[in-house]
């Protein structure tokens, strides 16, 4: 299952909460060239790697998609435990942006695609403000994207409006379950 959609909408909280609540689902880890925020530790919520080893893992194919989010950092999902978890029998959930979202569609067409999206675009504005990670800026640039993003909700199987990350998170359980 692959759950994208707008930034700071919450759909790191939800797949977090799933993580943490649903043991059965396994929840792919990225690999980031970003700078870790002070609370993100190494191999639990991404693992950081410089650009070097970024593009060595890139050039052999070792990533199921790739992308660079916010014109500033490049993100992937490692391929290999992709298929691990799937061939286990085990569910497996993606938290990626669209342009990842779509590369996904085209290698594994029989996944689902759930969109996670904000109760309204005002609510969305608050929570990248609320949150204060990012320059204004960088926060400019995310609003930007998150317009573009809300834009590519029909492509998506399901859509989950995130109004509480626990209401949200048990309905897209639900759907991996189903
Ligand atoms: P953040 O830097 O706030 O953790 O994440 C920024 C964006 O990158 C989010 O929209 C998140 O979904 C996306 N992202 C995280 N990991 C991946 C990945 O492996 N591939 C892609 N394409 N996007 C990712």
Redesign the pocket.
């Given at each position: 299952m692959v759950l994208?959609g707008p930034?700071a909408v919450g759909?790191?909280t939800v797949a977090a909460y799933v993580r943490d609540n649903f043991p059965e689902v396994w929840l792919s880890v990225?690999?980031?060239t970003?700078t870790p925020r002070p609370c993100e530790i190494n191999g639990v919520h991404y693992h950081f790697i410089d650009d070097e080893q970024f593009e060595r893992m890139r050039q052999v194919g070792e990533f199921l998609?790739?992308?660079v989010?916010?014109g500033r950092?490049k993100?992937?999902?490692p391929r290999a435990p992709v298929h691990e978890t799937l061939a286990a029998g085990r569910m497996a959930l993606l938290?990626?942006?669209l342009?990842?979202a779509r590369q996904v569609r085209e290698q594994i067409p029989d996944a689902l695609f759930v969109f996670l999206a904000p109760p309204s675009w005002d609510e969305l504005v608050r929570r990248l403000v609320g949150r204060g990670t990012e320059s204004e800026d960088e926060r400019d640039t995310r609003l930007d994207t998150a317009r573009h993003e809300l834009a590519a909700q029909p492509e998506f199987d399901v859509t989950i409006v995130n109004d509480n990350v626990q209401r949200a998170s048990e309905e897209l359980v639900s759907l991996i379950r189903a």
């Open positions: 994208a930034t759909k790191g990225s690999m980031t970003r998609e790739w992308a989010v916010h950092a993100y992937g999902t938290e990626i942006d342009q990842g």
